[in-house]
């Protein structure tokens, strides 16, 4: 069972969601503004964040933004509103899920067990040692250690940018369909729309810079990661 920070300012969304939470046995703590759940993050560790964007004292966006400073947590945002651009600025920030209210109590119960399922089978499949360098070490990746080079410049990705990635690189020259991306890299449970997909392929094109050719789209299939010759 999980230790679950639910931060939103409404009382009633953070009662409906302990009262979901803690019938499937998950202990949660509850914080009605972003710097309420910054102060908890710093003092407590949690299993997975549930947090609201629209918020006083320090909208979801800049929390997630100090969050991640220092923490790695899964993190689930809620927001009335359902535009690209919210999602994107999201998972730019390292978000793990994006919900749109209003939501199903239960659908969002389900989301957590998806996420927590993608963090440890991540965590499971970290291989030793394996480093792989492409066009002549310009683009070089440590599996391992999860860390991302390009031109010599370590760059930053959000965790599910890194799984995306570390999925096509170790199934380059292969056609992978958005459905095979969807259920290994998201968890064949994810409730998401398909073009979390892209939106996550446009977000790691934009951090591989003069790489970002290596993934090429195919027209009514999905992405291969192609490797040159």
């Known amino acids: 069972m999980y230790h679950i920070l639910v931060v939103d300012d409404e009382v009633r969304i953070r009662s409906i969601v302990r009262k979901y939470a803690e019938f499937e046995g998950h202990t949660v703590t509850e914080a009605g503004d972003g710097m309420e759940a910054v102060s908890l993050c710093r003092r407590e560790q949690f299993d997975i964040i549930i ?77 030793k040692n394996q480093i792989i360098e492409l066009d002549g070490g310009g683009l070089r990746v440590d599996l391992t250690a999860r860390i991302v080079y390009v031109d010599g410049e370590r760059v930053e990705m959000s965790p599910k940018e890194y799984d995306l990635f570390f999925y096509l690189l170790r199934n380059r020259n292969v056609a992978l369909t958005r459905e095979k991306l969807i259920s290994e890299v998201w968890g064949y449970d994810f409730f998401g729309d398909i073009r979390t997909l892209d939106t996550h392929i446009k977000l790691l094109r934009k951090t591989l810079g003069r790489y970002s050719d290596y993934i090429v789209t195919l027209r009514g299939v999905g992405y291969r990661f192609e490797e040159k010759k």
């Open 51 to 127: 947090l609201d964007i629209m918020m006083p004292e320090l909208d979801g966006f800049s929390a997630c933004r100090e969050i991640r400073k220092t923490s790695s947590t899964p993190i689930i945002m809620l927001s009335a509103r359902g535009e690209e651009y919210d999602k994107i600025n999201g998972f730019e920030l390292g978000i793990d899920d994006y919900v749109v209210k209003p939501f199903s109590p239960r659908e969002l119960m389900l989301r957590v067990e998806a996420v927590m399922k993608r963090v440890k089978r991540a965590a499971e499949q970290t291989e």
